[in-house]
């Protein structure tokens, strides 16, 4: 499939994405508002006719505005269309050569974690049916894809995969790869009072844990780490957040997970030359 197709499909979808986003409550089915309302400006409230609502290409045209009332729009819409059109061509190219079904089921995976990472951003939580279809995606993935594993197959991180043991049969590792970073992150959750970690966050490793394996979910959850503090640190030096206030990690392992699936080796290639062996 053409790369420029498969990214115009990603920008739409990810048009959705961030409408369900925005209108996700969590006493209802993520859908649910989604599905019973029409795209309104939300100033002037006027319903966005097919001009309004053409991926990346309306807010150009309009010039970031309403096209009725010229109140300026926000940037996240068509920030949403471009990393979700980004992801649907990279993950798609990236798996291709081991097969459509396998591409199109990772593509479908990480398009859940962007849905997830916006909801839990702005809601702080992260909606059981996303962990849960992960969840499944991960069993199903992992069943067609059996016949890579080995000491080094099957892991994104490559030859250093091996170094972490828990690599002799399938089903073992993918029961470090789950309960490993789970207890880690439940040790976190009580010592922090949930403030640092909530258990959204301990069935989403869970989750990743089904869906890579040992030990890239465990690499997962310490590159997450570094990513929030990256993420967090300005606003702690500015004085805009404390130490006790409640930061959503979801989008902090979602991004772990993303740089991890693309270039997990390379990272571990990077952090062990930190520390070059003197013999």
Not at 21 to 31: F, H, K, M, S
Not at 137 to 156: A, C, K, P, R, Y
Not at 222 to 239: D, E, H, I, T
Request: charged share 15%.
């Amino acid at each position: 499939m053409n790369v420029y197709l498969l990214f115009i499909l990603g920008t739409l979808i990810g048009s959705f994405l961030g409408v369900v986003a925005d209108r996700y409550q969590p006493d209802r089915w993520i859908l649910a508002n989604t599905i019973y309302g029409r795209s309104r400006c939300e100033t002037c409230e006027r319903r966005l006719g097919f001009l309004e609502l053409i991926p990346l290409l309306s807010f150009i045209i309009w010039s970031g505005r309403c096209r009725f009332c010229r109140t300026k729009l926000s940037w996240r819409y068509p920030t949403y269309e471009l990393i979700a059109g980004i992801v649907v061509a990279g993950v798609y190219f990236a798996t291709i050569y081991q097969g459509v079904v396998m591409a199109i089921l990772w593509t479908i995976v990480f398009l859940i974690l962007f849905l997830l990472a916006l909801i839990d951003y702005r809601t702080t939580l992260i909606p059981n049916e996303l962990s849960l279809s992960i969840f499944i995606l991960g069993i199903v993935i992992t069943f067609l894809s059996q016949d890579s594993f080995g000491i080094v197959g099957g892991s994104f991180l490559g030859e250093y995969g091996a170094l972490f043991g828990f690599r002799e049969t399938l089903f073992v590792n993918r029961l470090a790869g789950i309960f490993t970073p789970s207890l880690l992150f439940v040790f976190l959750m009580i010592i922090t009072g949930g403030r640092g970690m909530g258990f959204g966050d301990v069935k989403l490793i869970g989750a990743l844990g089904v869906l890579f394996g040992w030990p890239d979910t465990i690499v997962i959850a310490g590159l997450s780490f570094v990513v929030g503090s990256l993420a967090v640190l300005p606003s702690l030096l500015r004085g805009r957040k404390g130490r006790k206030d409640t930061v959503p990690f979801g989008p902090f392992l979602v991004i772990a997970s993303f740089l991890i699936f693309f270039w997990g080796e390379q990272i571990l290639e990077f952090y062990f030359g930190l520390f070059p062996v003197i013999v």
